[in-house]
């Protein structure tokens, strides 16, 4: 299994309620091996943070879909940063236009996911990252 | 070091480092540390509410400026390995708080509601000084009776409406529990559930002195929390005074030491190619040795 | 669905679907069609300010758009003021921010509510936006009775896939039938609830799915309208229903025809319902959606014809069509002058509204229909069967059904079974790195202003007077006896904030504790 052993975070920061997307991610991630902590809806970047850093995770991946996902990726990363955990990567998934990729990598997103992105991919870009 | 809510990045990779420890590592683990957490398992069928229950009932520990870290279990998939755990998210906006930590695993392959080293996590816990620490199950179902060996107080929790699991359990974990929770007692069966209990633990054949306890618990409603945090700490009083150290510890080494082989011939049978063996006898002798070697 | 490749008439049950207009309505619920009226257009808009809002529903009026629909963004949906630490990066964002009786001035500023009908997507605070709708035709001399437009106010598909609850169930149906009952009390002409399968459909669940969910919904509407004591001849009467069409064209026609005929006949089998308006089963629809792609944006110029075709040949009494740019963007005004023009090509040059129900009668269609109304009733059946539905939302048995769909829909989709061209077939080079034309720009400061007007109305409000209004809210919120609106309306003639309301319902009635289940 590409990512057995890997702990990945899977959240939905700020109030979108389109969650679809993270729990087929989720869903996913576990088959291809991982342990996957689901946030479910509503979370805060302090609470999304906080919960990747007692959990120990490999790697934090947020859905967006509201596109507040600039400010909410930039409170994650923060928030990870204080709390000790600099070194978790982001992934980022949800309505992400194409203009806001390299701000969004500038600030610390190793990848980003769209919709129609094949499923195989996503399994294979994480590993990749994580290896 | 002592859990003071700052240091929380340290102690996650601790936990981290026990969760996958190798032969070695375990060996070497101190499983009677000086000072050590009160130790409270929770079981219980799936949908009884553990996780609910527990943070209301941690909510209720933190209140007395106690610091409480717990272990949530949540089954692996049995094809890939991999795992949703969903304890945590069920324990509400509980999970951040200060002097509370949860850590989530996946049972990987054990069948026993526990996980890869539980023990060695625990004891983690006992040298970060918390003051209780609370082992959630998976809670599949009537086998998950070793928590009894690795806890001090095991609190079965069982939703109402089952009646036919009681009947189930009747003779497994139901033997070793020795606190009963109906809990989301505010829904109807309640009742009936907590005096058939009763009923049937009247019949337990009384080799200890500890009589178990029925208690209705709402988390939803917040009844009942009182008196299972009442019983707890009794049952703690009681086991402190009637269990014996020497028993207790051996009580662990079997465990982990049953845990240890198993978890290392699972992995040396599913990396040993049995192709080459003529015979059962040889795959037999070949993979004994190789558990001789501590890092298989 | 698995078809056959040809229907003929020994296939179909009851070769002749009756007459339009005629219960249990399988050809239409009118019986001259679209030759009497035709269907609303209704563009769903609104972001960032009041302002901005207002100026757009004037431009789109001006074009000839015949109904506003009024999109809020996420804190007041959510029930949160714009200043909460909740509301943050997300003001003004998927819609207009609507924090309070000024801003709704604002908003429909110089528009006329008694000559318009306006529909509004909002859920868990719907009894709220709903009583501040009220309160502004109050404001400008509008009487109540002349409102007309519809709230979503359909609670139980947010716990499924939107997302935008509140309140525990239980209480939230509670509000759910105070504002039904109200509504048909003061402002008859109003829809106070749009039962919405649209947003489990675009979750990713099959046309099947979404009829029985919504109707199992509906169900459950009835059920505590007629537990509290309402005639369900009357209150029927303005339930109407909201759904997504995607590509598959016939699956979509039948849904709608199935469902006429499966409300009516629910209707009647379980509550005696004889009155053959409350019979009626209306919906909008929503063309595109997850249906669209951001790869190749301008194919799906072509996917929402297809689908308004499928609406309007289901006979919707209203539709609103997706701008091509929807999958990646908020849209433009060209692409949401191009999705209106779509719809206007539709109906005054293809002829589709000459006759009605073209599709009657057909083998494959009426073969269809028979299938499609006797599987959704399947799923309702399965529904009950689990206890019903407030209980598979509460376990979260639903929610975890609905995802594993969504994961199968997206499998086929990466594996090619389900084909989307531009996206996994006939893909051009350099699909990756299209360009998209104009882009909308989002105003950055829209939420500063919005919160310094707010703080304005906080400081120049009778502050006394709004918490009398509050506190009395909060009071008839702790027992069962009272119908909350005349109270929502209060507060909000006393510029209460959504935050403040939902704030004294919370004190009372507690938070909807998510069951995350996969």
Known sequence: MPLQGKRILVGKPGLDGHDAGAKIIALTLRDAGAEVIYTGLRKTPDY???????????????SVLSGSHKELVGLTREKLDEFGAGDIPIFLGGTIPKQDYQELESRGVAAIFTAEMPLDQVVATIERILR | ??????????????????????????????????????????????????????????????????????????????????????????????????????????????????????????????????????????????????????????????PPNSGDVIQAMKAGIMEIADIHVVNKCDLPGSRTLARELNSVLAMRSGASTWSPKVIEVSSTAGSGLGELDAAIDEHYLWYRENSDRKTILRKRIEYQLAETVSHQFESLLRDTDLDRFQSLGAAYTELLSGLKQPDG | MDVPPVVTADMVNSADPGVPGQAPYTRGI????????????????????????????????????????????????CGYDPDDPMSAGEVGKVGVSLSNLAEAEILFDGIDLGSISTSITINGSAAIVYAMYVAVADKTGVPRAALTGTIQNDILKEYCARGTWIFPVRP???????????????????????????????????????????????????????????????????LSFFFYVHMNFFEEIAKFRAGRRLWARLLKERYGVTDPKALMFRFGVVCGGSSLTAAQPYNNIARVAIENMAAVFGGAQSVFTCAHDEAYQIPTEFSAETALRTQQILAYESGIDKTVDPLGGSYYVEWLTEKMEQKAEQVIGELEQYGGVEKCIEDGYLQARIAASARERKVRTDNGDRVVVGENAFRSNGDGENEFGEVFRFDPAASGKVIEKLERVRQTRDNAEADRCLSALEKAASGNSKNLLPYLVECCHAYATVGEMVGRLKNQWGEFREPVRL
Request: glycine share 10%.
């Open chain 3, 30 to 77: 009118f019986k001259d069609g679209y030759r009497g009226r035709l269907w609303t257009f209704r563009q769903y808009s609104g972001f960032g300010t009041a302002e901005g809002t207002n100026e757009r529903y004037r431009f789109l009026l001006e074009k000839g758009s015949t109904g506003l629909s009024v999109a809020l963004d996420l804190p007041t949906q």
């Open chain 1, 48 to 62: 999304i943070a906080r919960v990747a850093v007692d959990e120990d995770v490999d790697a934090v991946g947020l």
């Open chain 3, 172 to 238: 939230s149906m509670r509000l759910i039938a105070d504002t039904i009952l109200y509504s048909n009390e003061h402002t008859p002409r109003f829809n106070p609830i749009s039962i919405a399968g649209a947003h489990v459909r675009d979750a990713g669940v099959d046309e099947v799915e979404e009829l029985g969910y919504t109707l199992a919904n509906g169900l459950a509407y009835v059920d505590e309208l007629v537990a509290r004591g309402a005639d369900p001849n009357r209150f029927a009467r303005r």
């Open chain 2, 1 to 158: 070091m002592t859990f003071d809510g700052s240091n929380r990045a340290v102690l996650a990779k601790a936990v981290t480092s026990a969760a996958r420890a190798g032969v070695e590592q375990i060996l070497a683990q101190d499983l009677s540390p000086e000072h050590e957490a009160r130790r409270i398992g929770f079981t219980g069928p799936p949908g009884s509410g553990k996780s609910t229950l527990i943070a209301s009932w941690a909510e209720h520990r933190l209140k007395s400026d106690r610091s409480v870290a717990v272990l949530a279990i949540d089954p692996s998939s049995p094809i890939s390995q991999g795992a949703i755990l969903g304890d945590r998210i069920r324990m509400g906006s509980m999970d951040t708080r200060e002097k509370f930590f949860i850590r989530s695993v996946a049972s990987t392959r054990l069948h026993d509601g526990l996980c890869h080293n539980a023990l060695g996590i625990l004891s983690v816990f006992d040298r970060w000084g918390f003051d209780d620490a609370v082992l959630e199950t998976v809670g599949v179902g009537q086998t998950e009776c070793n928590i009894r060996f690795i806890t001090g107080t095991v609190v079965l929790v069982l």
